[in-house]
């Protein structure tokens, strides 16, 4: 693993293992060991405790009595409650960007939405998820507001995780999350504050809703599972 000098130690672990409840790689209820960790990456025990403070900040993982430090579970509520404030912050973002943005700040997204373009075409996801990020990451100084932009921040690998399995659900999300993208940008051009706010609402629960089913769906099965196994 290589770390950047810029960010401390901690972080960087912090980092390393979002990336892999992010993506998959762990899974809600699985232990992470801070003994192990540290052996991997070949860092002291205190500089794993401080990465899983930071990852429970975040809402990635849970520390809990007895058991430590354990990938958090992804339930309906707290799907929603992700998304509802999300959709808040966002407006809030894109509310004060229309106030204050020139004609030139819209280069860098519109070069952001042509590359998500590319990367649709391509279906290239990883790249589309990366750019997904570094689009809003470029919006979020535009609040003009320290403690908007702190909880962003803090929120974004929840954010991240969610996102992340939509663009894997259904094929066709990866076009709903692009024409999000340029709409957004269509209406900071018009300087249209009420249909920013209108798309960022109904792309916020349209994709709420995709994720809340799928953990659903995959609760309902699980169950059926588990009492077919308890009859046989």
Not at 62 to 82: F, N, Q, T, W, Y
Request: charged share 30%; with cysteine; proline share 2%.
């Amino acid at each position: 693993m290589s770390f950047k000098a810029k960010e401390s130690l901690s972080e960087q672990i912090a980092q390393h293992l979002a990336e892999q409840i992010i993506r998959g790689d762990m899974l809600a209820g699985d232990r992470i060991q801070e003994l192990r960790v540290a052996g991997e990456l070949e860092v002291s025990r205190g500089s794993v405790r401080e990465a899983l403070l930071i990852l429970q900040r975040r809402q990635l993982i849970d520390i809990l009595p007895r058991r430590g430090a354990v990938v958090k579970e992804m339930s309906e509520s707290h799907v929603r409650s992700l998304y509802e404030v999300m959709q808040i912050l966002l407006g809030l973002v894109i509310r004060k960007a229309i106030k204050v943005v020139r004609e030139e700040d819209l280069d860098a997204f519109i070069e952001l939405v042509h590359g998500l373009q590319l990367a649709a075409e391509d279906r290239n996801l990883d790249d589309f998820f990366t750019l997904s990020f570094r689009f809003l990451e470029h919006a979020y100084p535009y609040a003009r507001n320290p403690f908007v932009e702190d909880i962003l921040i803090n929120m974004q690998p929840a954010m991240q995780r969610a996102y992340f399995m939509a663009l894997h659900l259904e094929a066709d999300e990866v076009k709903e999350c692009l024409s999000f993208f340029k709409a957004l940008v269509e209406t900071i051009f018009r300087r249209d504050v009420r249909s920013a706010l209108e798309i960022i609402r109904e792309f916020a629960e349209h994709q709420s809703d995709l994720v809340e089913e799928s953990i659903t769906r995959a609760r309902q099965i699980e169950t059926a599972w588990g009492a077919r196994r308890k009859k046989s």
